[in-house]
Nanobody, 127 residues
């Protein structure tokens, strides 16, 4: 009954600034940790970023620090991933995910720690 829907993927160029969006259907959206993962062909699903309930803090994988920004708008049940200076290595299917937790003191980074997933959106970065 919980649905997450990503949008904003497509072909990107180095130098672009593009934002992915994920809109969720559940109530009490602000009580979920939200995260972004990606999966490239032949690779495991990889943590990208996660954000606290209120959006006050976030974690990122090292390869995207300084380039990607996760944010959320709880009034719109939406989480975003802004992608600046994308690289060919960023090419992957990007998934948003929600973790139902009582605390956001530590942000989970493993796929199994998340409870709900979107269908994914393809991001392709040319070089």
């Amino acid at each position: 009954q919980v649905h997450l829907v990503e949008s904003g993927g497509g072909l990107m160029r180095p130098g672009d600034s593009v934002s992915l969006s994920c809109t969720a259907s559940m109530s009490a959206f602000g009580g979920y940790i939200m995260g972004w993962f990606r999966q490239a062909p032949g690779k495991e699903r990889q943590f990208v970023a996660a954000i606290t309930f209120s959006g006050s803090s976030a974690d990122y994988t090292d390869s995207v620090k300084g380039r990607f920004t996760i944010s959320r708008d709880n009034a719109k049940n939406t989480v975003y991933l802004q992608m600046n200076s994308p690289k060919s290595e960023d090419t992957a299917v990007y998934y948003c995910a929600a973790a139902q937790r009582y605390s956001d003191y530590i942000l989970p980074s493993a796929p199994y720690e998340y409870d709900y997933w979107g269908q994914g959106t393809q991001v392709t970065v040319s070089s």
